[in-house]
Protein backbone atom coordinates (compact mmCIF):
# COMPACT_ATOMS: atom_id res chain seq x y z
CA UNK A 1 0.00 0.00 0.00
CA UNK A 2 0.91 3.88 -1.30
CA UNK A 3 2.72 4.69 2.51
CA UNK A 4 0.85 8.21 2.27
CA UNK A 5 -2.70 6.53 2.05
CA UNK A 6 -1.69 3.99 4.92
CA UNK A 7 -0.71 6.76 7.12
CA UNK A 8 -4.03 8.86 5.98
CA UNK A 9 -6.04 5.96 6.82
CA UNK A 10 -4.55 5.30 9.87
CA UNK A 11 -4.90 9.25 11.60
CA UNK A 12 -8.94 8.96 9.54
CA UNK A 13 -9.55 6.21 11.64
CA UNK A 14 -8.48 7.39 14.65
CA UNK A 15 -10.14 10.91 14.26
CA UNK A 16 -13.63 9.11 12.80
CA UNK A 17 -13.74 7.41 16.19
CA UNK A 18 -12.37 9.99 18.20
CA UNK A 19 -15.09 12.25 17.14
CA UNK A 20 -17.55 9.79 17.00
CA UNK A 21 -17.78 9.65 20.96
CA UNK A 22 -18.00 13.32 21.83
CA UNK A 23 -21.18 13.81 20.72
CA UNK A 24 -22.58 10.37 22.34
CA UNK A 25 -20.65 11.10 25.63
CA UNK A 26 -22.18 14.71 25.90
CA UNK A 27 -25.68 12.84 25.37
CA UNK A 28 -25.32 9.87 27.54
CA UNK A 29 -23.79 12.12 30.37
CA UNK A 30 -27.13 14.29 30.04
CA UNK A 31 -29.02 11.11 29.94
CA UNK A 32 -27.40 9.38 33.59
CA UNK A 33 -27.86 13.00 34.85
CA UNK A 34 -31.32 13.19 34.17
CA UNK A 35 -32.11 9.62 34.98
CA UNK A 36 -30.66 10.30 38.28
CA UNK A 37 -32.42 13.42 39.03
CA UNK A 38 -35.68 11.80 38.01
CA UNK A 39 -34.80 8.76 40.50
CA UNK A 40 -34.12 11.38 43.17
CA UNK A 41 -37.19 12.60 42.56
CA UNK A 42 -39.60 9.30 42.42
CA UNK A 43 -37.65 6.67 43.86
CA UNK A 44 -40.80 3.86 43.13
CA UNK A 45 -40.24 4.82 39.17
CA UNK A 46 -36.55 3.05 39.89
CA UNK A 47 -37.38 0.18 37.68
CA UNK A 48 -39.01 1.77 34.81
CA UNK A 49 -36.13 5.09 34.25
CA UNK A 50 -33.95 2.41 34.29
CA UNK A 51 -34.90 0.29 31.73
CA UNK A 52 -35.69 3.58 29.77
CA UNK A 53 -32.78 4.59 30.63
CA UNK A 54 -30.22 2.06 29.24
CA UNK A 55 -32.26 1.63 26.27
CA UNK A 56 -31.42 4.75 24.98
CA UNK A 57 -27.93 4.93 26.29
CA UNK A 58 -27.31 1.98 23.89
CA UNK A 59 -28.91 4.57 20.62
CA UNK A 60 -26.23 7.01 22.01
CA UNK A 61 -23.96 4.56 21.56
CA UNK A 62 -24.93 3.15 18.41
CA UNK A 63 -23.08 6.39 16.77
CA UNK A 64 -20.16 6.10 18.52
CA UNK A 65 -20.24 1.71 17.21
CA UNK A 66 -20.74 4.00 13.60
CA UNK A 67 -17.59 5.80 13.75
CA UNK A 68 -16.09 3.01 14.80
CA UNK A 69 -17.40 1.06 11.82
CA UNK A 70 -16.02 3.46 9.59
CA UNK A 71 -12.61 3.18 11.23
CA UNK A 72 -12.11 -0.32 11.20
CA UNK A 73 -13.12 -0.07 7.49
CA UNK A 74 -10.05 1.88 6.82
CA UNK A 75 -8.04 -0.21 8.73
CA UNK A 76 -8.89 -4.24 7.28
CA UNK A 77 -10.53 -3.37 4.61
CA UNK A 78 -9.67 -0.41 3.16
CA UNK A 79 -11.15 0.01 -0.05
CA UNK A 80 -7.86 2.64 -1.41
CA UNK A 81 -5.35 0.34 -0.26
CA UNK A 82 -5.17 -0.48 -4.54
CA UNK B 1 -2.12 -3.58 9.38
CA UNK B 2 -1.75 -5.75 12.59
CA UNK B 3 0.81 -8.03 11.10
CA UNK B 4 2.95 -7.79 14.73
CA UNK B 5 -0.27 -9.09 16.97
CA UNK B 6 -0.70 -12.06 14.17
CA UNK B 7 2.89 -12.80 15.13
CA UNK B 8 2.13 -13.17 18.32
CA UNK B 9 -0.77 -16.19 17.74
CA UNK B 10 -0.25 -19.29 19.65
CA UNK B 11 -2.63 -22.04 20.38
CA UNK B 12 -5.18 -20.92 22.62
CA UNK B 13 -5.11 -16.88 21.78
CA UNK B 14 -7.82 -15.42 18.76
CA UNK B 15 -6.02 -14.28 16.47
CA UNK B 16 -7.47 -10.58 15.96
CA UNK B 17 -8.67 -11.36 12.56
CA UNK B 18 -11.11 -9.20 10.51
CA UNK B 19 -12.17 -9.64 7.28
CA UNK B 20 -10.39 -13.45 6.72
CA UNK B 21 -13.13 -15.63 5.56
CA UNK B 22 -13.40 -18.96 5.36
CA UNK B 23 -15.27 -19.60 1.67
CA UNK B 24 -16.84 -22.31 0.51
CA UNK B 25 -17.46 -22.03 -3.42
CA UNK B 26 -21.52 -22.53 -4.67
CA UNK B 27 -21.36 -22.25 -8.26
CA UNK B 28 -20.45 -19.25 -8.66
CA UNK B 29 -21.14 -17.30 -5.27
CA UNK B 30 -18.53 -17.76 -2.43
CA UNK B 31 -20.30 -18.14 0.89
CA UNK B 32 -18.80 -17.60 4.64
CA UNK B 33 -18.22 -20.72 5.58
CA UNK B 34 -17.32 -20.06 9.09
CA UNK B 35 -20.43 -17.95 9.72
CA UNK B 36 -22.63 -20.88 8.03
CA UNK B 37 -21.26 -23.09 10.61
CA UNK B 38 -22.32 -21.01 13.80
CA UNK B 39 -25.21 -19.88 12.60
CA UNK B 40 -26.62 -23.44 12.04
CA UNK B 41 -25.29 -24.36 15.71
CA UNK B 42 -26.97 -21.56 16.73
CA UNK B 43 -30.49 -22.68 14.60
CA UNK B 44 -29.75 -25.84 15.94
CA UNK B 45 -29.63 -25.64 19.28
CA UNK B 46 -32.78 -22.89 19.51
CA UNK B 47 -35.03 -25.30 17.46
CA UNK B 48 -33.84 -28.12 19.99
CA UNK B 49 -34.78 -25.91 23.18
CA UNK B 50 -37.92 -25.26 21.76
CA UNK B 51 -38.82 -28.96 20.90
CA UNK B 52 -37.67 -30.00 24.69
CA UNK B 53 -39.43 -27.09 26.18
CA UNK B 54 -43.00 -27.63 23.88
CA UNK B 55 -42.88 -31.59 23.48
CA UNK B 56 -45.06 -32.34 26.52
CA UNK B 57 -46.87 -29.10 27.30
CA UNK B 58 -48.74 -29.56 31.21
CA UNK B 59 -50.79 -26.77 32.52
CA UNK B 60 -48.79 -26.24 35.32
CA UNK B 61 -45.37 -25.25 33.62
CA UNK B 62 -42.03 -26.99 35.35
CA UNK B 63 -38.13 -26.68 34.42
CA UNK B 64 -37.96 -25.59 30.50
CA UNK B 65 -41.15 -25.26 29.34
CA UNK B 66 -41.36 -22.43 32.11
CA UNK B 67 -38.34 -20.99 31.00
CA UNK B 68 -39.22 -20.56 27.49
CA UNK B 69 -43.15 -19.74 28.76
CA UNK B 70 -41.37 -16.73 30.62
CA UNK B 71 -39.21 -15.80 27.23
CA UNK B 72 -42.36 -16.27 25.03
CA UNK B 73 -44.46 -13.29 27.55
CA UNK B 74 -40.77 -11.23 27.60
CA UNK B 75 -41.18 -10.86 23.17
CA UNK B 76 -44.53 -10.83 23.39
CA UNK B 77 -44.27 -7.57 25.39
CA UNK B 78 -41.91 -6.23 23.22
CA UNK B 79 -44.18 -6.87 20.35
CA UNK B 80 -47.00 -5.74 22.27
CA UNK B 81 -45.29 -2.65 23.53
CA UNK B 82 -44.28 -1.30 20.36
CA UNK B 83 -47.31 -2.55 17.44
CA UNK B 84 -50.34 -2.34 19.73
CA UNK B 85 -52.55 -4.91 21.42
CA UNK B 86 -54.82 -5.06 18.37
CA UNK B 87 -52.53 -6.28 15.95
CA UNK B 88 -49.52 -7.42 17.57
CA UNK B 89 -50.29 -10.75 17.50
CA UNK B 90 -49.42 -12.31 13.95
CA UNK B 91 -45.86 -10.50 14.40
CA UNK B 92 -44.80 -12.09 17.62
CA UNK B 93 -43.31 -14.76 15.25
CA UNK B 94 -41.11 -13.00 13.94
CA UNK B 95 -39.99 -10.62 16.50
CA UNK B 96 -39.66 -13.79 18.49
CA UNK B 97 -37.23 -15.46 15.87
CA UNK B 98 -34.98 -11.75 15.11
CA UNK B 99 -34.53 -11.42 18.92
CA UNK B 100 -34.45 -15.04 19.96
CA UNK B 101 -31.42 -15.95 17.08
CA UNK B 102 -29.34 -12.41 17.79
CA UNK B 103 -29.28 -12.84 21.19
CA UNK B 104 -28.19 -16.69 21.35
CA UNK B 105 -25.60 -15.52 18.39
CA UNK B 106 -24.23 -12.74 20.30
CA UNK B 107 -23.75 -14.97 23.67
CA UNK B 108 -22.26 -18.01 21.39
CA UNK B 109 -19.69 -15.71 20.32
CA UNK B 110 -18.59 -14.54 23.99
CA UNK B 111 -19.51 -18.22 26.02
CA UNK B 112 -18.85 -20.75 23.65
CA UNK B 113 -15.14 -21.36 22.79
CA UNK B 114 -15.37 -21.00 19.05
CA UNK B 115 -11.51 -20.57 18.99
CA UNK B 116 -10.51 -23.64 19.72
CA UNK B 117 -11.70 -24.72 15.98
CA UNK B 118 -9.45 -24.70 13.84
CA UNK B 119 -10.38 -23.59 10.28
CA UNK B 120 -8.02 -23.42 7.62
CA UNK B 121 -8.44 -19.76 7.41
CA UNK B 122 -10.44 -17.43 9.46
CA UNK B 123 -11.86 -18.49 12.80
CA UNK B 124 -15.37 -19.35 13.88
CA UNK B 125 -17.31 -16.46 15.52
CA UNK B 126 -20.51 -14.81 16.42
CA UNK B 127 -22.40 -15.11 12.98
CA UNK B 128 -23.64 -11.64 13.93
CA UNK B 129 -20.08 -10.61 13.91
CA UNK B 130 -20.36 -10.73 10.18
CA UNK B 131 -22.06 -7.94 8.14
CA UNK B 132 -23.79 -9.88 6.10
CA UNK B 133 -26.02 -11.87 8.61
CA UNK B 134 -26.41 -8.39 9.62
CA UNK B 135 -27.39 -6.83 6.57
CA UNK B 136 -29.54 -10.02 5.67
CA UNK B 137 -31.49 -9.51 9.19
CA UNK B 138 -31.99 -5.79 8.46
CA UNK B 139 -33.38 -6.33 4.72
CA UNK B 140 -36.00 -8.95 6.30
CA UNK B 141 -37.13 -6.42 8.79
CA UNK B 142 -37.54 -4.11 5.80
CA UNK B 143 -39.44 -6.51 4.12
CA UNK B 144 -41.46 -6.91 6.81
CA UNK B 145 -43.20 -3.54 7.26
CA UNK B 146 -43.15 -2.82 4.00
CA UNK B 147 -45.28 -5.86 3.51
CA UNK B 148 -47.01 -5.08 7.26
CA UNK B 149 -47.87 -1.51 5.74
CA UNK B 150 -49.07 -2.44 2.40
CA UNK B 151 -51.29 -5.41 3.66
CA UNK B 152 -52.98 -3.20 6.37
CA UNK B 153 -53.46 -0.11 4.63
CA UNK B 154 -53.06 -1.17 0.81
CA UNK B 155 -52.05 1.35 -1.45
CA UNK B 156 -52.61 4.26 1.43
CA UNK B 157 -49.23 3.36 2.42
CA UNK B 158 -47.70 5.19 0.00
CA UNK B 159 -49.47 8.04 1.17
CA UNK B 160 -47.43 8.48 4.46
CA UNK B 161 -44.70 9.40 2.08
CA UNK B 162 -46.05 12.81 1.56
CA UNK B 163 -46.91 13.50 5.02
CA UNK B 164 -46.53 15.31 7.13
CA UNK B 165 -45.95 17.72 3.83
CA UNK B 166 -45.22 17.01 0.09
CA UNK B 167 -41.54 19.06 1.00
CA UNK B 168 -40.67 15.73 3.34
CA UNK B 169 -40.81 13.32 0.29
CA UNK B 170 -37.00 13.14 -0.31
CA UNK B 171 -36.49 12.67 3.56
CA UNK B 172 -39.00 10.21 3.58
CA UNK B 173 -37.76 8.21 0.79
CA UNK B 174 -34.20 8.62 2.48
CA UNK B 175 -35.37 6.90 5.50
CA UNK B 176 -36.12 3.70 3.79
CA UNK B 177 -32.72 3.50 3.19
CA UNK B 178 -31.39 4.46 6.68
CA UNK B 179 -33.54 2.04 8.07
CA UNK B 180 -31.83 -1.04 7.45
CA UNK B 181 -28.37 0.49 6.98
CA UNK B 182 -28.62 2.24 11.07
CA UNK B 183 -30.09 -1.51 11.76
CA UNK B 184 -27.48 -3.86 10.74
CA UNK B 185 -24.34 -1.04 11.39
CA UNK B 186 -25.75 -1.51 15.28
CA UNK B 187 -25.91 -5.00 15.84
CA UNK B 188 -22.58 -5.56 13.06
CA UNK B 189 -20.48 -2.70 14.92
CA UNK B 190 -21.22 -3.44 18.77
CA UNK B 191 -20.80 -7.16 18.21
CA UNK B 192 -17.33 -6.53 16.73
CA UNK B 193 -16.26 -4.24 18.73
CA UNK B 194 -16.79 -6.31 21.61
CA UNK B 195 -14.76 -9.07 20.17
CA UNK B 196 -12.37 -6.73 19.04
CA UNK B 197 -12.24 -5.21 23.01
CA UNK B 198 -11.88 -9.16 24.19
CA UNK B 199 -9.30 -10.05 21.75
CA UNK B 200 -6.83 -7.43 22.36
CA UNK B 201 -7.47 -7.68 26.21
CA UNK B 202 -6.52 -11.14 26.03
CA UNK B 203 -3.79 -10.62 23.88
CA UNK B 204 -2.44 -8.09 26.68
CA UNK B 205 -3.28 -9.52 30.26
CA UNK B 206 -4.54 -13.55 28.91
CA UNK B 207 -5.61 -13.97 32.87
CA UNK B 208 -8.28 -12.36 34.79
CA UNK B 209 -8.34 -8.80 33.30
CA UNK B 210 -10.29 -8.99 30.63
CA UNK B 211 -13.66 -11.03 32.52
CA UNK B 212 -15.09 -7.21 33.09
CA UNK B 213 -14.79 -6.63 29.43
CA UNK B 214 -16.26 -10.41 28.85
CA UNK B 215 -19.17 -9.28 31.17
CA UNK B 216 -19.98 -6.19 29.68
CA UNK B 217 -20.16 -7.66 26.56
CA UNK B 218 -22.40 -10.14 27.44
CA UNK B 219 -24.27 -6.87 28.94
CA UNK B 220 -24.30 -4.84 25.42
CA UNK B 221 -24.95 -7.88 23.09
CA UNK B 222 -27.99 -8.67 25.58
CA UNK B 223 -29.41 -5.02 24.76
CA UNK B 224 -28.25 -5.19 21.11
CA UNK B 225 -31.00 -8.32 20.70
CA UNK B 226 -33.27 -6.20 22.52
CA UNK B 227 -33.04 -3.27 20.50
CA UNK B 228 -33.22 -4.98 17.49
CA UNK B 229 -36.16 -6.59 18.50
CA UNK B 230 -37.62 -3.71 19.66
CA UNK B 231 -36.38 -1.48 16.40
CA UNK B 232 -38.34 -4.06 14.23
CA UNK B 233 -41.35 -4.24 16.03
CA UNK B 234 -41.55 -0.36 16.35
CA UNK B 235 -41.00 -0.15 12.27
CA UNK B 236 -43.79 -2.15 11.54
CA UNK B 237 -45.99 -0.68 14.32
CA UNK B 238 -45.67 2.48 12.58
CA UNK B 239 -45.85 1.15 8.87
CA UNK B 240 -49.80 -0.13 10.24
CA UNK B 241 -50.44 2.89 12.43
CA UNK B 242 -52.56 5.05 10.11
CA UNK B 243 -53.41 8.71 10.55
CA UNK B 244 -57.02 8.52 11.21
CA UNK B 245 -56.34 5.67 13.60
CA UNK B 246 -54.51 7.92 16.53
CA UNK B 247 -57.49 8.76 18.47
CA UNK B 248 -59.04 5.29 18.90
CA UNK B 249 -55.57 4.12 19.84
CA UNK B 250 -55.44 6.70 23.34
CA UNK B 251 -59.17 5.31 23.94
CA UNK B 252 -57.34 2.33 25.00
Known amino acids: MDPLVSAASVLAAALAVGLAAIGPGLGQGNAAGRAVEGIARQPEAEGKIRGTLLLSLAFMEALTIYGLVVALVLLFANPFAG | MLNTINSLDSLIF ?34 VVSFLASRSIQRIPSGIQNFMEYALEFIRDIAKNQIGEKEYRPWVPFVG ?29 APTNDINTTVA ?33 PINILEDFTKPLSLSFRLFGNILADELVVGVLVLLVPLFLPLPAMGLGLFTSAIQALIFATLAAAYIGEAMEGHGEHEEEHHE
Do not use: C, D, M
Not at chain 2, 102 to 123: H, M, R
Open chain 2, 14 to 47: AKLEVGQQFYWQLGNLKIHGQVLITSWIVIGLLV
Open chain 2, 97 to 125: TLFLFIFVSNWSGALVPWKLVKLPVGELA
Open chain 2, 137 to 169: LALLTSLAYFYAGFSKRGIGYVAKYIQPTPILL
